[in-house]
């Protein structure tokens, strides 16, 4: 009974709205009487329900933790994920990482050994304890010997997204590739062997191989044109991008329910789940981009950027922009003389 009456005396509250497992839960009960709940979501936010006459009272408490910036680098010498885990970085810092530079740099195809990467974060603390990370804030990426630099600005109006030091958004129009870290097991080519049918012909997009179910992104903003079985393409969708882009994505397994042709997508939406259905030898997704109707290679075409900074921003930008690589700059000056020593 108790527990109804709770349940129902805190519905529009953030009170018990998502309990998951390994959240903690308290209770004070006198003398068999149901006194105060304490609902702990996580170590800076909980709730406390008080027992009143009137019924509920709710309390949300929200602790601030204490900021402060860490430094790391490292080079490639195996792959992303192991030199970086090996300098330090948590798996979500190293997946944050690659999707603020995965518009410039393909992380299947273009990395090489001796390629090198810098960044600034937070981490947040508790009293004195460490309880988790926060935003990159500055990044430098080395790739094939041209140096990207990309850093965190929050507008006037709370929106925050990563630009180069000039003011130009790391964000492209389109993701290089639309499935994380999978590896590309036949390029754009003018002429190659079919796997399945064995004719020698051009192959007009790239195959991603990748287990069955690995998640496929809308490489872009768009309308699902079509979403259906496709010749030999198996399982496809294509996205319309404005009025002279599409891309294909053949070869699903399934596709994300809840979506239909006419849908809107956003870039990184999920729309399907790579297979082998069609024409395919093995689970990979095949990947088209054209440009009025005329194939393009996906891993080289010039991909257009979003929106720069907004010239009301710019003053504040250039300022931070300023400090961020000051900071940057001063952190790889100190790694470098205590490594020297």
Known sequence: RDAFLVSEGVKGTEALQRIYPGQIIRFVIKDKQFIKLQHIRNQLESSLVTATDQGYDVETIAKQPDISPRFADGSIENSLFYDASQAGLSDKMIMELAAIFGWDIDFVLDLRQGDRFNLVFEEKYLDGKLIGEGNILSAQFINQGETYTAIRYTDSEGNSSYYTPEGDSMRKAFLRSPVSFARI??????????????????????????????????????????????????????????????????????????????????????????????????PHLHYEFRVNGVHKNPQTVKLPHAAPIAKAEKDNFFATAKESLAQLEQFKVTQLASASD
Not at 239 to 254: A, R, S
């Open 185 to 282: 097991s036949s390029s754009f080519k003018n002429r190659r062997k079919h796997p399945v049918l064995g004719l020698t012909r051009a192959h007009k997009g790239t195959d991603y191989a990748a287990r069955t179910g690995t998640p496929i992104k809308a490489a872009g903003d768009g309308k699902i044109i079509w979403r259906g079985t496709k010749g030999g393409y198996g399982k496809a969708v294509i996205v319309q991008h404005g009025g002279n882009i599409t891309t294909l994505y053949g070869h699903m397994n399934n596709y994300r329910r809840g979506q239909k042709s006419g849908s809107r997508v956003s870039q990184g939406d999920v729309i399907g789940y790579v297979g082998q259905t069609g024409l395919a030898s093995g």
